[in-house]
């Protein structure tokens, strides 16, 4: 079975000051680890993702995410934020080992940057 | 390059009433997925599609019906609209890719109100 979780509904944080949205994950095998963005009355648009390789994974809009497989976090960060990186950001993982190809999805975290 | 592309954007219909929502892309994906986005449910997978000719229930498929029409178009159909699909829905494509390790591609969404 796969499982994500995103502890916080809200993350608040000051323009130009760093940001970190949370993300843990369970899986029984190795996670492959996504990051979306959504907008108001937009779909979601994919940031980054963890497959394999290098634990800090670049991805748009100066956003990165840092995989962690002691912790089973995936925190999404980003240096200093933006009054228009406020969203709803959706972390999601499946399991790479085998089963379903298809990704849980976490419920959301609402980023509001105060100017 | 349009993406994936569903209509209509809005619709209201009354209990008991029946619609298709449609869904299409360009991408030449072989997998492509419905989804329900209530709040604080994230995102709910209702049906998806691994490959044209193929169809297979979600995590809510009660109250639904999909047709893989061709490799482009994945449409939902609600044949007895109840209040409690009252949601918004959003089509997705995906390469498969090797296990799964490729994004998913999100249309606007379809806002459906059923009174």
């Known amino acids: 079975a796969q499982s994500v979780a995103q502890p916080e509904d809200q993350v608040n944080v000051a323009e130009g000051n760093p940001l970190t949205v949370k993300c843990t994950y369970s899986?029984?095998?190795?996670?492959?680890l996504f990051w979306y963005v959504q907008y108001p009355n937009r779909g979601l648009q994919f940031l980054l993702k963890?497959?394999?390789?290098?634990?800090l994974v670049k991805g748009s809009y100066g956003f990165e995410a840092e995989f962690n497989k002691s912790q089973t976090s995936f925190h999404l960060k980003k240096p200093s934020a933006l009054v228009s990186d406020s969203a709803l950001y959706f972390c999601?993982?499946?399991?790479?080992?085998?089963?379903?190809?298809?990704?849980?999805f976490g419920r959301g975290t609402s980023l509001i940057v105060h100017p | 390059n349009a993406g994936v592309t569903q209509t209509p954007k809005f619709q209201v219909l009354k209990t008991g009433q029946s619609m298709t929502l449609q869904c299409a892309q360009d991408m030449n994906h072989n997998s492509m997925y419905w989804y329900r986005q209530d709040p604080g449910m994230g995102l709910r997978l209702i049906y998806y599609?691994?490959?044209?000719?193929?169809?297979d229930k979600g995590e809510v498929p009660n109250g639904y019906n999909v047709s893989r029409l061709n490799k482009r178009e994945f449409s939902l159909r609600l044949e007895s609209a109840a209040p409690s699909q009252t949601s918004v829905y959003f089509c997705?494509?995906?390469?498969?890719?090797?296990?799964?390790?490729?994004?998913?591609?999100f249309g606007d969404g379809t806002r459906l109100s059923i009174l």
């Open positions: 963890y497959i394999t390789g290098d634990n």
């Open positions: 599609s691994a490959s044209e000719g193929t169809t």
């Open positions: 899986v029984s095998g190795n996670p492959y």
């Open positions: 997705a494509s995906s390469e498969r890719g090797a296990q799964g390790n490729q994004p998913q591609h």
């Open positions: 999601a993982v499946r399991d790479g080992t085998g089963g379903s190809y298809i990704p849980t």
